[in-house]
């Protein structure tokens, strides 16, 4: 291979990475807009778009130096991500761990608790995901639940709810005591948004599945669901864990809007690191590649 050849092998693996948030754009459309039955994009819309993909790629790669930091410095990061279904919190999780080391940045999204669960201190099965030294944990949903869905749906007694709101401060101060940087984020859309966005997964069979029973009756239920947020955002917003309310009815700037903020919190500095090189392969005159069975190769349909 002579090198321009290399470098055309080069370029095309690295316009295939960014294909994968192409993917995720198109996850975002309705079925209705990929079958083609809504009006071309303005000339504004194109501009608007190649803006946020232009942005996206340069939070990200701040992300990989936040990254870097974190690794080096030993630091230790939870980050909270709370709202209503279909707020936007997965689309912000998928952008913020889209380049990173899963190794580093992982997520917790904790299903519902077990009969065991149930039994124990609350905080206890969220403790078992807090982070060692260099490492970033998103949570998708948390110990905020019982805040919002079990209080509005019944899952915990008034006792229950109220010990919550005496332990939640008391249980984040003791975090940030520890050395655990804790960011809260919740995502704000419309009763008119989260609507058309419920309609959008039943009518996309690649989304349904996003949509559960407890997702529609939080439909019904939208107003006790207001009631609860403004409890749990009066109650629990502290000096060493604040609230951070991110504006989420337009998901691109959702997404840019929040990993600029979660940058600026963030004392992170670029970390050096050496030169990398390529070393040589070593070859041996008695190496043979054998082979493979046809029978295991994968049938090349595409």
């Known amino acids: 291979m002579n090198d321009e050849e290399l470098v055309r092998r080069i370029h095309r693996e690295l316009a295939d990475s960014y294909d994968e948030e192409l993917e995720l754009e198109i996850e975002d459309r309705t079925i209705e807009e990929l079958a083609g039955?809504?009006?071309?994009?303005?000339?504004?819309?194109?501009a608007d778009r190649r803006l946020y993909f232009r942005e996206l790629f340069r939070l990200q790669a701040e992300l990989v130096k936040l990254q870097d930091w974190v690794v080096a410095t030993g630091h230790?990061?939870?980050?909270?991500?709370?709202?209503r279904d279909a707020a936007g919190k997965g689309g912000v999780i998928k952008r913020i761990t889209q380049r990173l080391n899963p190794r580093v940045c992982r997520v917790a999204a904790l299903p519902a608790p077990n009969d065991r669960e149930r039994t124990q201190w609350y905080f206890q099965r969220y403790v078992s995901h807090l982070p060692a030294a260099g490492e970033i944990v998103l949570f998708d949903r948390s110990w905020y639940n019982r805040a919002g869905v079990e209080r509005v749906m019944g899952f915990c007694t008034d006792d229950q709810y109220e010990e919550f709101f005496r332990?939640?401060?008391e249980f984040e101060r003791m975090l940030a005591r520890s050395g655990i940087q804790l960011i809260k984020y919740w995502f704000s859309i419309t009763d008119e948004e989260q609507h058309m966005r419920f309609l959008s997964r039943i009518h996309d069979p690649l989304k349904q599945w996003k949509l559960s029973p407890m997702d529609l009756e939080s439909r019904r239920r939208w107003e006790d669901y207001t009631k609860a947020k403004e409890i749990m955002l009066e109650r629990t917003h502290i000096p060493e864990a604040p609230w951070w309310v991110v504006q989420a009815v337009d998901k691109k700037k959702a997404r840019l809007n929040c990993i600029h903020h979660l940058l600026n919190l963030m004392p992170y500095a670029e970390i050096e690191h050496a030169p990398i090189s390529l070393p040589e392969r070593v070859r041996h005159d008695d190496y043979f590649r054998r082979e493979v069975s046809s029978e295991i190769v994968v049938p090349e349909i595409y």
Request: glycine share 10%.
């Open 167 to 169: 332990s939640a401060p």
């Open 76 to 83: 230790k990061v939870v980050i909270l991500f709370e709202g």
């Open 37 to 46: 039955g809504v009006d071309a994009k303005t000339e504004q819309d194109k």
